[in-house]
């Protein structure tokens, strides 16, 4: 396809101005020293994960690196809507029907990235970590960086992964919730993990 929907949200958080710049650059920085996959995940639904994960993954495409931006959320999955698509395929697919990831990969020439999707009704299926473990680890083999969509506390899946960001509301979620779950993510392996504030009272 030539280009995605882009939420107009997406746009003006993340794309427009110095934010874009300076976050594609440090993750390139870090993708250098070795990151190669990050999980974003959060306490709650409904705090803006699926909204930084495309904004992230669209800030890092527009530096150059190919990106891979993977819906893990098998509760809700988002991101085939957020991006207005209409699919008739997604990863599960790929691994229990040998389908290649290539042919339900949804390429963006325009924006430099790939979505890698799935579609609702996925928590009916019950995706296993180690069948997204095969997914992930086919698209490092062709991508600078992959970025999981994990859910909420998907300790399992964010284990996959280089490094994790917790997306948090500031509104609802309190900060011991978001300590419990960095101490979790840590306890699975992950030493890398950030916070990003989400719906700040300054913000707009």
Do not use: Y
Request: proline content about 3%; aromatic content about 2%.
């Amino acid at each position: 396809m030539n280009e995605f929907d882009i939420p107009d949200t997406v746009s003006e958080l993340f794309l427009c101005g110095a934010l874009a710049d300076q976050l594609g650059q440090h993750i390139v920085d870090a993708q250098r020293d070795g990151l190669g996959s990050i999980a974003l995940t959060s306490v709650l639904p409904g705090e803006g994960r699926s909204t930084v994960a495309m904004g992230i993954a669209l800030s890092v495409a527009c530096t150059g690196m190919k990106v891979a931006l993977v819906d893990a959320d098998s509760n809700g999955p988002t991101l085939v809507d957020d991006f207005a698509l209409e699919l008739d395929h997604d990863w599960i697919d790929a691994i229990r029907d040998g389908i290649p990831i290539e042919e339900i990969a949804v390429a963006s020439d325009s924006d430099a990235l790939t979505l890698i999707p799935l579609l609702p009704g996925a928590d009916e299926l019950s995706p296993t970590s180690s069948e997204l473990e095969q997914v992930v680890e086919r698209l490092k083999q062709s991508f600078d960086l992959v970025i999981i969509d994990c859910g909420t506390s998907a300790l399992s899946t964010a284990s996959l992964c280089d490094s994790a960001l917790v997306v948090r509301d500031a509104s609802r979620t309190d900060v011991s919730e978001i300590e419990a779950l960095v101490d979790d993510l840590r306890r699975n392996g992950l030493t890398g993990i950030g916070i990003v504030e989400n719906f700040c009272q300054d913000s707009e």
